[in-house]
């Protein structure tokens, strides 16, 4: 099996057809999943190759249809013959959940045996990702505009893939396309990374790859790489040899401080959203909440941060890996300094800004 993942209109529905329309000698079906009652993306897909699609709507495989996408694949395993099977998620779906459906199955049931989870793509919307990291872009005539901000989701779906497709590469100019690629790199070191206009590409790059590695693509994401760099370094996660990243002045750095955050000067900090930033990612220790491990995770303008656990036995520290462009490293470690609080426990928020989900 295939799982293609992305954004909304990044080129999905298109990599689907272009499957369908040149398979070589497999046969293969098609699990659509679209988050609207009627399956816009199914009717899209070629009628010729109709009978081997299925179609789940009204819901996201990542989530509420997981059960519904085990039924449905080992329904089409019953009732059809086929090679290769291709699952096209929605443009919110999360890829971790739905590889981990693949592989192990739900509470409801699993796949059955002959089934293998071979590879993950994502094709991303080459201008929809610029347009979202650069502030001051603007849209080239005739290009589609994106429809969807950057969010976390969209940054999940680049670090978690075997197989990106940098799609729509015709709505980007060639140099901004080569620091839109690096900063993808950066985020997703692992992945075999294709430029492609109207996601073509060779079949053999994105079926039967054999490239699928749950714990490496867990492992390996891009802002991981860079805190286990910096635990051995100076702060400085960034690959040395990734000569693209630097011409591009794609860095990452990892913020270290045994000191806890004054919990709303921290806050304060993360609502200031940074346009050279592509990615903060990491935990943080915060002066109202000693015992509490708080998760941070911005994406673009979307930040989320919240309790992710207890300290327990080990020591309070916070750790934040920020991935981004041109960054003025020393202007936001001055920054977060600033944010840092005096008192190592007691300090009380007036409106705890991380209150403990209920
Ligand atoms: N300019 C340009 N348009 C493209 C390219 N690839 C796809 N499109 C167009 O972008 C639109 C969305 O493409 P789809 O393949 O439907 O995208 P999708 O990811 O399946 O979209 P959802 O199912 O809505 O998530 C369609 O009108 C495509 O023709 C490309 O490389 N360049």
Redesign the pocket.
Known sequence: MTVIS?P????????VNNLLNDPGDRRIAVVVN?MGEVNV?AE?LDDTAEDGIVDLSNGCICCRLQDDLVTAVTRLADERDFDYLVVEA??ISEPIPIARTLTEGTDGGSLPDRFRLDTTVS?IDAYGFWKAFDPAASLPDG??TPERPLTEVLVDQIEFCDVLLL?????VPDDELDAVEASVRELQPRATIHR????EIDPAAVLDTGRFDFEAARRRQGWKRALAAAEGSDGHGHDHDDGAAAAHGVESFVYRRERPFDPERFDGWLDEWVGDVVRLKGFAWVASRPGTVLGVSQAGPAVQAGPIGEWGDDDPATRLVVIGRDLDVDAMTAALDGCLSNESDGVVAADDPFPRES
């Open positions: 992305g909304l209109g990044a080129g999905k529905t298109t990599l679209d993306d899209l929605s443009g094709v290009a589609p799609n729509k590469c015709d709505t492609t206009t109207y996601s």
